[in-house]
């Protein structure tokens, strides 16, 4: 073991863990926010329960994203500073908006949403809801744009063995954070269908009898519940289409990382895409694997032609030793791999496990929301513990797509920290061996994982610990008065949305 290896395990651990917050903040921000909207317009008091519930929910996920998130940008000096310093002139530009405009104005139009209930005029409130919610957005797409930059760097010039900015645009507007942004925005809101199908479903099952102050309730979690399914399956088919743009941009840009997604060791025309594999898809020979295959469909996830050549890890790997050498330069600061020959192969386990696992739990979660669109069509509401149970589990599917989504992404790349642009500017790319910190001892960084790892595990806990504490109390903890009977008829107002109206003016 090496400093370079507890670096990545380090940072390889504290991004998995963040980015589980971070698609339930952008989600649930979102639909809050539509909640309120509806709540404006209708003044019907579901709506406003519902966006109380599922806010109180964001907020407590929020500020744990923010708590994890802060490391993430010291370990770019702590642990990767050569890195930071080959990267900086183009990684600042981006950082900087996410961090002086898109998060300020999240941070900001947070805080007077929390406290503005009842303080602004509910259209200011509203206006704050949004604000935030399309900032958060914007604050996702700036980050994006820092990492496909390093996906496929645009926009440089080669200036004394570093890339400087030559058009913050053409990072902005770089091809793969168009595609990869819809992508991920698709993933985060498959990751909020399935939180609200999960919760309200278990909620339901809770309300199956049939008092008033159940029946009161049964209208906030069924409509959470048809909610969260329609968002399922709707952006299972948005991750469907940009993960398509997605597939044909890395064959273009990254060719050994869709080799390694089909673990193809040799070229094909047409390209079968491999289902599911049998045997060791870690010898890039291809020794002894067989595999479930669909003739030609990856020659059309490549080509958009069911006839185009794919090419394997054998014939790709003589032309990457001839664009960017067969061996590590001698720098002292590489170690143990100094002149030594470069492995330009991924971890095809992870690469080709880790593409299918994200499709199927994707595949899973949108199953999931046709399974509540239709046990509530026709205002019917689902029986029986089978549901929740499914539900509740289901939770979980679509995280763990994102994760293994994220993770076939960055280890995919490997040997690249910064993947060389096939068209673009000679020299600049570089390998992680190259970007790990000097000077820092295994010890030091081995300290520093198991410290953040154990910080995180307990962050973990509370986060859980308090998610399942506001979800199980339900609407009542967070409006006052809900669940009581309604007047009778005569004893004031009867109309329904009249009462509605009291309690939502209420609050």
């Known amino acids: 073991m090496d400093v370079l290896d507890v670096a990545r395990w380090q940072f390889g651990i504290t991004t998995v863990y963040h980015f589980l917050m971070v698609p339930l ?27 109380k519930f599922w806010g109180k929910l964001m ?27 080959f990267v900086g002139d183009v990684f600042g530009a981006p950082l900087a908006m996410e961090g002086l405009v898109a998060f300020f104005v999240e941070s900001t139009f947070l805080g007077l949403w929390i406290f503005g209930w009842d303080r602004l005029p509910r259209r200011v409130h509203l206006a704050c809801a949004w604000a935030f919610s399309l900032a958060t957005m914007a604050s996702a797409y700036f980050i994006l744009a820092a990492n496909s930059w390093m996906q496929h760097p645009v926009g440089v010039e080669l200036v004394d063995g570093r890339p400087r900015l030559t058009s913050i645009w053409a990072v902005l507007t770089n091809n793969t954070v168009l595609a990869a942004f819809p992508h991920t925005i698709a993933g985060a809101f498959a990751v909020g269908g399935s939180f609200l199908v999960g919760i309200a479903a278990w909620h339901l099952w809770r309300r199956h ?11 906030v979690w069924r409509a959470s519940v048809k909610l969260g399914g329609w968002v399922g399956v709707v952006a299972f088919a948005a991750l469907a289409v940009s993960g398509d743009l997605q597939g044909k941009l890395m064959f273009e840009q990254q060719p050994m990382k869709m080799a390694a997604a089909e673990a193809l060791c040799h070229t094909e025309q047409p390209a079968s895409f491999s289902v599911f594999a049998v045997g060791d898809v870690g010898r890039p020979d291809c020794e002894n694997v067989k595999s479930l295959t669909v003739p030609a469909l990856l020659s059309f996830l490549a080509k958009n032609d069911f006839s185009s050549e794919v090419k394997g890890i054998q014939d790709l790997l003589p032309e990457y030793q001839a664009k960017y050498g067969a061996n590590y330069p001698d720098d002292p600061r590489l170690g143990e791999l100094s002149g030594k020959p470069i492995d330009y192969v ?51 599917t ?23 642009n096939p068209s673009g500017v000679d020299g600049v790319w570089m390998y992680t061996a190259q970007a790990v ?14 410290a953040l790892t154990t910080v995180y595990g307990v ?30 008829p005569g004893a004031g107002d009867a109309d329904d949305r009249e009462q509605d109206d009291v309690l939502a003016f209420a609050y």
């Open 25 to 51: 903040t952008i989600s649930l921000s979102l639909l809050v926010a539509g909640m309120q909207t509806a709540w404006w317009r209708t003044g019907r008091a579901k709506y406003l329960a519902m966006t």
């Open 59 to 85: 907020l407590v996920n929020f500020a744990m994203g923010v708590v994890t998130g802060i490391v993430q940008e010291f370990q770019f000096g702590m642990a990767w500073s050569s890195y930071s310093r």
């Open 459 to 488: 962050l973990a806990c509370v986060e859980f610990y308090l998610l399942r504490r506001y979800a199980r109390a339900g609407v009542a903890a967070v409006l006052p008065g809900w669940g009581q009977p309604k007047p009778a």
């Open 346 to 396: 991924p971890a095809l386990p992870v690469t080709y496990w880790g593409f299918r696992l994200m499709i199927g739990f994707g595949a899973v979660a949108a199953g999931m929301g046709l399974l509540a669109l239709w046990v509530t069509r026709r205002g019917r509401v689902p029986q029986g513990r089978w549901f929740p149970a499914l539900g509740l589990l289901a939770i979980a």
């Open 209 to 219: 009898r049939t008092t008033p102050a159940d029946d009161q309730d049964r209208q």
């Open 437 to 450: 910190s000097s000077g820092v001892t295994v010890g030091e960084m081995l300290t520093s994982l198991i």
């Open 398 to 420: 679509p995280f763990l797509g994102n994760s293994f989504g994220w993770i076939f992404t960055e280890m995919g790349r490997q040997p690249f920290v910064v993947v060389p």
